[in-house]
Nanobody
Framework: QVQLVESGGGLVQTGDSLRLSCAVS????????MAWFRQAPGKEREFVAA????????QYADSVKGRFTISRDNAKNTVYLQMDRLKPEDTAAYYC???????????????????WGQGTQVTVSS
Protein backbone atom coordinates (compact mmCIF):
# COMPACT_ATOMS: atom_id res chain seq x y z
CA GLN A 1 0.00 0.00 0.00
CA VAL A 2 1.49 3.29 -1.11
CA GLN A 3 1.26 6.10 1.41
CA LEU A 4 2.03 9.76 0.80
CA VAL A 5 2.64 12.23 3.61
CA GLU A 6 2.99 15.94 2.91
CA SER A 7 4.74 18.45 5.13
CA GLY A 8 6.06 21.99 5.01
CA GLY A 9 2.90 24.05 4.77
CA GLY A 10 2.27 27.12 6.86
CA LEU A 11 1.31 30.76 7.07
CA VAL A 12 3.55 33.16 5.17
CA GLN A 13 3.42 36.65 3.72
CA THR A 14 3.24 37.70 0.09
CA GLY A 15 6.62 37.26 -1.56
CA ASP A 16 7.85 34.63 0.89
CA SER A 17 8.97 31.11 0.06
CA LEU A 18 8.00 27.66 1.29
CA ARG A 19 9.18 24.17 0.44
CA LEU A 20 6.70 21.35 0.58
CA SER A 21 7.83 17.75 0.93
CA CYS A 22 6.01 14.53 0.18
CA ALA A 23 7.39 11.32 1.63
CA VAL A 24 6.46 8.09 -0.12
CA SER A 25 6.27 4.79 1.74
CA UNK A 26 5.08 1.32 0.86
CA UNK A 27 7.12 1.04 -2.33
CA UNK A 28 10.00 2.66 -4.07
CA UNK A 29 9.28 5.95 -5.77
CA UNK A 30 11.10 4.77 -8.88
CA UNK A 31 8.67 4.37 -11.71
CA UNK A 32 6.09 6.70 -10.17
CA UNK A 33 4.96 9.94 -11.73
CA MET A 34 4.61 12.42 -8.87
CA ALA A 35 2.43 15.52 -8.86
CA TRP A 36 1.16 18.35 -6.72
CA PHE A 37 -2.40 19.59 -6.83
CA ARG A 38 -4.08 22.25 -4.74
CA GLN A 39 -7.59 23.11 -3.67
CA ALA A 40 -8.80 26.41 -2.31
CA PRO A 41 -12.08 26.70 -0.35
CA GLY A 42 -15.06 26.60 -2.68
CA LYS A 43 -12.93 25.74 -5.70
CA GLU A 44 -12.11 22.58 -7.58
CA ARG A 45 -8.82 20.81 -7.14
CA GLU A 46 -6.31 22.12 -9.68
CA PHE A 47 -3.05 20.91 -11.10
CA VAL A 48 0.14 22.60 -9.89
CA ALA A 49 3.13 20.56 -11.09
CA ALA A 50 4.16 17.05 -12.06
CA UNK A 51 7.40 15.17 -12.65
CA UNK A 52 8.06 11.86 -14.33
CA UNK A 53 9.95 9.12 -12.49
CA UNK A 54 13.27 10.00 -14.14
CA UNK A 55 12.84 13.74 -13.77
CA UNK A 56 13.12 14.31 -17.51
CA UNK A 57 9.53 15.43 -18.03
CA UNK A 58 8.17 18.23 -15.86
CA GLN A 59 4.98 20.21 -16.25
CA TYR A 60 3.68 23.28 -14.45
CA ALA A 61 0.41 25.13 -14.33
CA ASP A 62 0.71 28.50 -16.01
CA SER A 63 -0.20 30.22 -12.74
CA VAL A 64 2.93 28.91 -10.99
CA LYS A 65 5.43 28.65 -13.84
CA GLY A 66 8.59 30.56 -13.01
CA ARG A 67 7.77 30.67 -9.29
CA PHE A 68 7.42 27.01 -8.28
CA THR A 69 9.89 24.19 -8.82
CA ILE A 70 9.10 20.50 -8.50
CA SER A 71 11.91 18.04 -7.85
CA ARG A 72 12.38 14.53 -6.60
CA ASP A 73 14.96 12.47 -4.76
CA ASN A 74 14.30 8.84 -5.59
CA ALA A 75 16.91 7.70 -3.09
CA LYS A 76 15.00 9.44 -0.30
CA ASN A 77 11.58 8.52 -1.71
CA THR A 78 10.61 12.17 -1.49
CA VAL A 79 9.24 14.76 -3.88
CA TYR A 80 9.48 18.49 -3.24
CA LEU A 81 7.70 21.65 -4.29
CA GLN A 82 9.74 24.81 -3.86
CA MET A 83 7.38 27.77 -3.88
CA ASP A 84 8.87 31.23 -4.31
CA ARG A 85 7.30 34.67 -4.61
CA LEU A 86 4.11 33.40 -3.07
CA LYS A 87 0.87 35.27 -3.68
CA PRO A 88 -2.42 35.31 -1.75
CA GLU A 89 -4.01 33.37 -4.63
CA ASP A 90 -1.64 30.49 -3.86
CA THR A 91 -3.53 29.92 -0.62
CA ALA A 92 -4.89 26.36 -0.69
CA ALA A 93 -4.51 22.87 0.62
CA TYR A 94 -1.70 21.23 -1.33
CA TYR A 95 -1.90 17.53 -2.14
CA CYS A 96 0.79 15.14 -3.28
CA UNK A 97 -0.22 12.41 -5.70
CA UNK A 98 1.39 9.49 -7.47
CA UNK A 99 0.77 6.86 -10.07
CA UNK A 100 2.82 4.40 -12.02
CA UNK A 101 1.46 4.65 -15.53
CA UNK A 102 0.64 8.11 -16.79
CA UNK A 103 1.33 9.33 -20.29
CA UNK A 104 2.76 12.82 -20.68
CA UNK A 105 -0.47 14.28 -22.05
CA UNK A 106 -2.37 13.13 -18.95
CA UNK A 107 0.01 14.33 -16.25
CA UNK A 108 -2.23 17.32 -15.41
CA UNK A 109 -5.34 15.22 -14.80
CA UNK A 110 -6.14 14.40 -11.18
CA UNK A 111 -8.20 11.40 -12.31
CA UNK A 112 -5.01 9.70 -13.49
CA UNK A 113 -3.47 9.49 -10.02
CA UNK A 114 -4.32 6.56 -7.77
CA UNK A 115 -2.46 7.62 -4.65
CA TRP A 116 -3.02 10.78 -2.65
CA GLY A 117 -1.75 12.34 0.53
CA GLN A 118 -3.88 14.06 3.16
CA GLY A 119 -2.74 17.53 2.19
CA THR A 120 -0.87 20.39 3.81
CA GLN A 121 -2.27 23.91 4.16
CA VAL A 122 -0.51 26.89 2.65
CA THR A 123 -1.83 30.33 3.56
CA VAL A 124 -0.36 33.47 2.05
CA SER A 125 -1.35 36.73 3.69
CA SER A 126 -1.39 40.02 1.78
Amino acid sequence: QVQLVESGGGLVQTGDSLRLSCAVSGRTMRGLTMAWFRQAPGKEREFVAAIKWNGLTIQYADSVKGRFTISRDNAKNTVYLQMDRLKPEDTAAYYCSADGSIINSAMRLSSQYAYWGQGTQVTVSS
